[in-house]
């Protein structure tokens, strides 16, 4: 059974840190681009980070850059997200996906194909 299960969430005061874990089971990541979205309360999911399987590219969005790293161990099958300066802004569900082979677009929600039940992230005083 394919899984995704993200943790590391939590409550953070603004301009704290935290680093979301996103561990697989049930297929290896290491031939799937993996990228991490978000979800605040009535907004649409939008892109965060993503990065090949190899690890040698990543890709981020403007409201992040700077301020996340997306990593991953294909050897523990497993992908981070590190935020840090977090904003309350940056508070939201943050769900980890995996690309669908052979898909164009690493910042479309609808391009992935496996999806973890998220974390919660809460940046407040």
């Known amino acids: 059974q394919v899984q995704l299960v993200e943790s590391g969430g939590g409550l953070v005061q603004p301009g704290g840190s935290l680093r979301l874990s996103c561990a697989a089971s049930?297929?290896?990541?290491?031939?799937?681009?993996m990228g991490w979205f978000r979800q605040a309360p009535g907004k649409e999911r939008e892109f965060v980070a993503a990065?090949?399987?190899?690890?040698?590219?990543?890709n981020y969005a403007d409201s992040v850059k700077g301020r996340a790293t997306i990593s991953r161990d294909n050897v523990k099958n497993t992908v981070y997200l590190q935020m840090n300066s977090l904003e309350p802004e940056d508070t939201a569900i943050y769900y980890c996906a995996a690309l669908r082979p052979f898909a164009q677009d690493m910042r479309v929600a609808g391009n992935y194909v496996y999806w973890g039940q998220g974390t919660q992230v809460t940046v407040s005083s």
């Open positions: 049930g297929f290896t990541l290491d031939t799937y681009i």
């Open positions: 990065i090949n399987w190899s690890a040698g590219s990543t």
